[in-house]
């Protein structure tokens, strides 16, 4: 039992780590926008660690990250919370709580029933993420964007890489979760 809470303890860590680093790897797109991997990273700890345990990953980035450690794609800070794009970073700890939740569910999940769970998570990080965006800039920066070109570089440009995330993370997780229930 106690070799069991400490492989956990220990994927809850890596899976931190696997969200710091996701921010930081940033792969170049034709539109501008850059590709992270820090919604893969958020849905696999989701999809693998379960509810609790990759929320928690995901909670202990944003607390290592609020308290200065420059963790996030563009820092770190308290501060940070008034930048536009931190509705995202919230919106990666309810996906992967909605994640886990829907892909828990089951013992022995399908591969749609992950790919149901990465969805999920992915309205949830949008959504938050376009309604976070939105507010900062309209309330604390004073500069109201339009909605449409808003929706079409938040959202638009990156989400085909999201779904792809989505179908990559429901095939690893059909892999993975057999194995770590060996072990966790």
Request: positive net charge; hydrophobic residues 50%; charged residues 10%.
């Amino acid at each position: 039992m106690k070799h069991k809470k400490s492989l956990r303890m220990v994927l809850c860590a890596l899976f931190t780590a696997l969200v710091a680093a996701g921010a930081w790897i940033q792969i170049p797109s034709p539109t501008g926008v850059p590709f992270t991997l820090q919604f893969l990273f958020t849905l696999l700890a989701g999809l693998l660690l379960g509810a609790k345990l990759g929320t928690l990953s995901v909670c202990l980035y944003l607390v290592i990250g609020l308290l200065g450690v420059p963790i996030f794609a563009q820092g770190g800070g308290i501060g940070y919370v008034l930048q536009p794009s931190f509705g995202y970073l919230i919106g990666f700890a309810l996906g992967t709580l909605a994640t886990g939740v829907i892909a828990g569910k089951d013992a022995h999940p399908s591969f749609k029933r992950l790919l149901a769970a990465g969805f999920a998570g992915l309205v949830l990080v949008y959504a938050l993420g376009l309604v976070y965006y939105y507010c900062i800039n309209r309330f604390y920066l004073n500069n109201p964007p339009e909605v449409w070109p808003m929706f079409v570089s938040c959202c638009l440009l990156t989400l085909p890489g999201d779904i792809a995330n989505c179908l990559v993370g429901a095939l690893l997780g059909k892999r993975l979760i057999p194995l770590l229930k060996k072990y966790v």
